[in-house]
T-cell receptor
Framework: ETGVTQTPRHLVMGMTNKKSLKCEQH?????MYWYKQSAKKPLELMFV???????ENNSVPSRFSPECPNSSHLFLHLHTLQPEDSALYLC??????????????FGPGTRLTVT | GQQVMQIPQYQHVQEGEDFTTYCNSS?????IQWYKQRPGGHPVFLIQ?????EVKKQKRLTFQFGEAKKNSSLHITATQTTDVGTYFC???????????FGAGTTVTVRA
């Protein structure tokens, strides 16, 4: 157990649905991240938040909408997704948001399938 | 932007043998991290290397950072079944401070 929880663990949604992924960290960290992990591809950093402020958006399509109400919670709102968006979505946290300067603690991930 | 390449993509190892996985960046890195992801699990931080030529050991795992800070390696001795998983490197660009993950080396062990 890394202190980072994610819900739901599995999600199947149609292309017209709207759903949200939730992440919570109990480590007192200031930075939180969303990653996408697809088969046979490197981990893709999607968004970075530091002290609730978004500091990085790596050209992610607008059908993915992050929300960070406080340093402990991070959401990823999903709408009108495409089948190629099916992947494992990982949340991570670290002491600070200079990604790569501090070790990141990953949650168990949400396995998303878009039908 | 920088690219981080990892080789090999797959490593099939006989239990008790040694192996090495390599990580190469197209640009100079500020530091490099290594993570391990067990099958069905999530990445877990192993180590961070910062200094040119740095070598760190964790039991049977030896991590190296190249002199030019553009490559790194992970060497595992006397492989055990507990070493099964995918090992990722993640490099922080020295100029743009962008973190890039390699695609990982997936290790399987023959008993």
């Amino acid at each position: 157990e890394t202190g980072v929880t994610q819900t739901p663990r599995h999600l199947v949604m149609g292309m017209t649905n709207k759903k949200s992924l939730k992440c919570e960290q109990h480590l007192g960290h200031n930075a939180m991240y969303w990653y996408k992990q697809s088969a046979k591809k490197p981990l893709e950093l999607m968004f970075v938040y530091n002290f609730k402020e978004q500091t990085e958006n790596n050209s992610v399509p607008s059908r993915f909408s992050p929300e960070c109400p406080n340093s402990s919670h991070l959401f990823l709102h999903l709408h009108t997704l495409q089948p190629e968006d099916s992947a494992l979505y990982l949340c991570a946290s670290s002491q600070d948001s200079l990604a790569g300067s501090y070790e990141q603690y990953f949650g168990p991930g949400t396995r998303l399938t878009v039908t | 932007g920088q690219q981080v390449m990892q080789i090999p993509q797959y490593q099939h190892v006989q239990e008790g043998e040694d192996f090495t996985t390599y990580c190469n960046s197209s640009t100079t890195l500020s530091n490099i991290q290594w993570y391990k992801q067990r099958p069905g699990g999530h990445p877990v931080f192993l180590i961070q290397l910062v200094k040119s030529g740095e070598v760190k050991k964790q039991k049977r795992l030896t991590f190296q950072f190249g002199e030019a800070k553009k490559n790194s390696s992970l060497h595992i001795t006397a492989t055990q079944t507990t070493d099964v998983g995918t090992y990722f490197c993640a490099g922080l660009g020295a100029n743009d401070y962008k973190l890039s993950f390699g695609a990982g080396t997936t290790v399987t062990v023959r008993a």
